[in-house]
């Protein structure tokens, strides 16, 4: 994304922010309104010539605006101003837009509800002029999801309800472990903004790319700032995390790799949000809803409750508790917890041999209540609890300290099978790329010399050339010689973890490394201790002697 629309998006967001749209939530979803009308005039220009150069039609060509509803298309109204183009979006084209539950329902459900909180008429006049000064149509892909992810990066100086996104060194890394492919259905119970969709897209559309290019978690700018290519950023480097962008000029079916994408949020805000996210990175046909995971009366369709997927990617909400009454009865805990809730759905969702890489908070890996000890035992007994990353404590400042970890684990392909031989890895990430105190500018600053991430996917690559049967590191219990570096993985066999109420904690099983010996004789250890102790005494009375005669 070049240096103009960089400076285009942010007079867009300065331009709300003095207007008064200040909720980084609220003029994101403003945006999309705008942005999301003109990619469909766009759209529809393109629907307009296809019809005129094949006669008939190839069922692909009805358009969105016919007869008299072509008034309601971008092109038709960006010229209007004050109150009358206020009035005219928010009255006439919004309600329009949610009309088209029978020929679009995709667009119909983005505007159903939509509400167009920009009241004064003439920051509206000055956002609709910038972004028709935008032509999507001669922008690729990347570019579009480009602006978006952008545009998301305000939400990274605000965290309103919880509502902040996961890293991206930290959703690139449960990406590539889980390594989703083609055919694979892909959900997020509680999707937010789209991120972990998008970056599992990625990671397919750079699989089957030609020449896929690697770019730092950074960015392709931060690049740009150092004058290095990425040969050079990485030798400078060793620690440098990155990810593989591609086209997928070589995906065989674009239809079913948008309609394997599936995401739920609560929030319709995040809906509309995460579905322009979608749009903007060529994902048009994406099953994307609002709803209420948890619960039997928040939306969700037999079909949503029974639909089991290959790859879940997610970090729910781990703060609250819902009413015993309204929380699903397909759940495999009595909790009302919604953290605990949240890994149920996931692990009930999950297909045969299918995969989940979920954040939680570390509390779920410790706490001894029963619903926490039962809902770990199912996990190791029912299921492949291959990894449990550790998180540093500062990934989501400065919003939250949580300390978090991730779970990596599939769904085994036989039923009723008892894990009680299995090993369990833990990896320790101390360092993610970015300095765990300081805070700048709304977040915190790089430092990519120091980030455990790439190691442990190093790691991890080993672990799964082995079928899962070598975890890299040392057992549990092992002591280590004295001088020993502190191992950053380490595994321990199921046993020991059922005999610990399947406590999931990463330092509870971390091996030791042993003391140093004093090579001094012990005996001249005491003598000099006691010839110390004959001093302290002997000053002491000298100084009782000088307070006696000084009284």
């Not at 919880?162 to 060194?169: I, K, M, S």
């Not at 004093?518 to 006691?530: A, F, G, N, Q, W």
Request: proline letters at 6%; glycine letters at 8%; hydrophobic letters at 40%.
């Amino acid at each position: 994304m070049n240096q103009d629309l960089r400076r285009k998006l942010d007079r867009i967001t300065d331009i709300l922010w003095a207007g008064g749209v200040t909720n980084p939530v609220t003029y994101i979803e403003q945006i999309s309104y705008l942005i999301y009308l003109k990619l469909l005039d766009e759209e529809e220009a393109t629907r307009e010539l296809r019809a005129r150069l094949i006669p008939g039609g190839n069922g692909n060509d009805q358009l969105l605006y016919p007869g008299e509803n072509e008034r309601y298309r971008w092109s038709k109204w960006r010229f209007r101003s004050g109150p009358e183009l206020r009035d005219f979006v928010r009255d006439s084209v919004f309600p329009y837009m949610g009309t088209l539950v029978e020929t679009e329902p995709q667009i119909a459900e983005y505007f159903r509800d939509a509400v167009l909180e920009i009241v004064d008429p003439n920051v509206l006049k000055q956002v609709v002029d910038e972004i028709d000064g935008i032509n999507f149509a001669r922008l690729g892909t990347d570019v579009k999801g480009d602006i978006f992810e952008y545009l998301l990066t305000h939400l990274g100086q605000a965290a309103l309800n919880g509502q902040f996104r996961t890293p991206r060194q930290i959703r690139t890394m449960m990406v590539q472990m889980v390594d989703p492919d083609i055919g694979d259905t892909i959900y997020d119970p509680a999707c937010g903004t789209g991120g972990f969709l998008i970056d599992a897209v990625a990671h397919i559309l750079a699989k089957y790319s030609g020449e896929p290019t690697e770019v730092p978690i950074y960015g392709e700018e931060w690049l740009d700032k150092r004058g290095q290519s990425i040969e050079e950023a990485k030798a400078a480097i060793p620690t440098l995390q990155t990810y593989r962008k591609g086209t997928g000029e070589k995906i065989p079916d674009w239809i079913l790799l948008e309609e394997s994408i599936y995401g739920i949020d609560v929030s319709r805000q995040m809906m509309r949000i995460a579905m322009m996210n979608l749009v903007l990175h060529g994902l048009r046909h994406t099953n994307v809803k609002r709803a209420n995971t948890l619960s039997d009366m928040g939306g969700l369709t037999e079909d949503d409750l029974t639909r089991r997927y290959r790859v879940i990617l997610s970090n729910p909400p781990f703060a609250g508790t819902l009413p015993r009454e309204s929380i699903r009865k397909d759940l495999p805990t009595n909790s009302k917890k919604s953290e605990l809730l949240f890994l149920s759905v996931m692990m009930e969702a999950l297909a045969a041999g299918g995969w989940c890489a979920v954040i939680v908070p570390e509390g779920l890996l410790f706490g001894s209540t029963s619903a926490h000890v039962q809902l770990r035992r199912k996990l190791i007994q029912d299921y492949d609890l291959l990894a449990v990353v550790s998180l540093p404590a500062g990934i989501f400042k400065p919003y939250a300290g949580v300390k978090t970890g991730v779970l990596v684990f599939r769904r085994p392909l036989e039923t009723g099978r008892k894990n009680d031989d299995g090993k369990v890895w833990f990896y320790e990430v101390r360092a993610d790329g970015f300095d765990p105190d300081k805070i700048q500018g709304g977040g915190r600053p790089e430092t990519p010399e120091r980030n455990d991430i790439p190691d442990l996917l190093v790691q991890w690559a080993a672990y799964k050339g082995s079928r899962f049967a070598q975890p890299p590191g040392v057992e549990t219990g092992t002591v280590m010689p004295s001088g020993s570096e502190e191992p950053r993985c380490w595994w321990a066999p199921v046993r020991t973890i059922a005999e610990n109420d399947y406590n999931l904690a990463a330092g509870r099983y971390k091996p030791q490394v042993a003391q140093e010996v004093m090579d001094e004789d012990p005996v001249t250890l005491i003598r000099e201790t006691l010839a110390l102790e004959r001093e302290i005494v002997e000053g002491l009375e000298k100084l009782l002697r000088d307070v006696e005669l000084g009284s």
